[in-house]
């Protein structure tokens, strides 16, 4: 996997363009993502392990805005059942060239991996077939609002009975004051992880139009009104949470 350190803001820029998954992104993404994101690394391993629980024989199961495949990967190094093919989908097409060289690689690596097929689309645009597992790790927040609520209930209404969503996303809070600090709190862990004031606010203005957060209580409801019965929190570190939804 690429380990091009992510430098991708650390020169002023005259205008900050929009975030985009592009070629330039994609070079530098797995080390962004885990320097930008607390828990990532926590959060997608263990996301191969509860598919492991809710993953049924001879069923598909979905990787929603793969990206590089990190989540795909996970799946395939933990579940354990007959007959079970991941799809892996991005409607980047330089995340979707670079995700099918490393899983590629994976298969080179390792033997008896779940077979897996990396599809270029739109995820609002795409047939679901029936699934026993479907995740949307830190995608959801990049679809526009008006629209969440109608995939969301298209994957329900895929989802086999004993099977499961698993929802990552950025958090906002309700409540400003704790939002503030849960922000302050954000950045410490970017700079922490060796990122400067310039890289962190030119970071900031390159998402704030394409990467819109909800709280937890509006993705509970937004789940809820799409079908699903439970929703569950299993994992947050700061203001990026994990949640198990059940239809
Ligand atoms: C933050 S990344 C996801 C990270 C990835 N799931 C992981 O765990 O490493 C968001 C991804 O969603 C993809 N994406 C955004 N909107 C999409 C859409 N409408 N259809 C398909 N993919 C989409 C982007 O191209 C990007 O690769
Ligand atoms: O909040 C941020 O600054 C982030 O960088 C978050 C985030 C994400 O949650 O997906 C945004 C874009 C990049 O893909 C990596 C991480």
Redesign the pocket.
């Known amino acids: 996997m690429s380990q091009e350190p992510d430098r991708l803001f650390a020169q002023p820029l005259p205008e900050v363009p929009d ?1 985009v998954f592009n070629e330039d992104v994609v070079r530098v ?1 797995p080390d ?2 885990k320097r ?2 607390p828990g990532y690394p926590t959060i997608v391993e263990n996301i191969g392990v509860l598919a492991g629980q809710f993953a049924q024989p001879h069923t598909t199961l979905y990787d929603l805005g793969a990206s590089l495949g990190a989540v795909t990967q996970a799946l395939r190094r933990h579940v354990r059942v007959d007959g079970c093919k991941v799809i892996a989908v991005d409607n980047s097409s330089a995340m979707v060239a670079r995700c099918s060289e490393y899983l590629h690689a994976q298969d080179a690596m390792f033997q008896e991996l779940l077979p897996v097929e990396v599809i270029e689309a739109d995820i609002l645009a795409l047939d679901l077939q029936p699934t026993s597992l479907v995740t949307l790790n ?1 995608t959801l ?1 990049f679809i526009p609002p008006e629209r969440r609520l109608e995939l969301l209930t298209r994957i329900r209404q895929a989802l086999l009975p004993s099977g499961a969503l698993i929802l990552s996303e ?1 958090l906002r809070f309700e409540d400003a004051a704790e939002h503030e600090l849960l922000t302050e709190l ?1 950045v410490a862990f ?1 700079r922490a992880n060796g990122y400067s004031e310039l890289e962190i606010a030119q ?2 203005s390159a ?1 704030e139009k394409v ?1 819109l957060p909800d709280s937890l209580e509006q993705h509970r409801e937004r789940l809820l009104a799409a079908g699903f019965s439970k929703v569950l929190p299993w994992f947050q570190c700061l203001n ?1 949470a994990s949640l198990v939804a059940l239809p």
Do not use: D, L
Request: hydrophobic share 55%.
């Open positions: 975030f993404f962004m993502i930008s994101v830190f927040q950025k954000h970017k970071k900031r998402i990467m990026f």
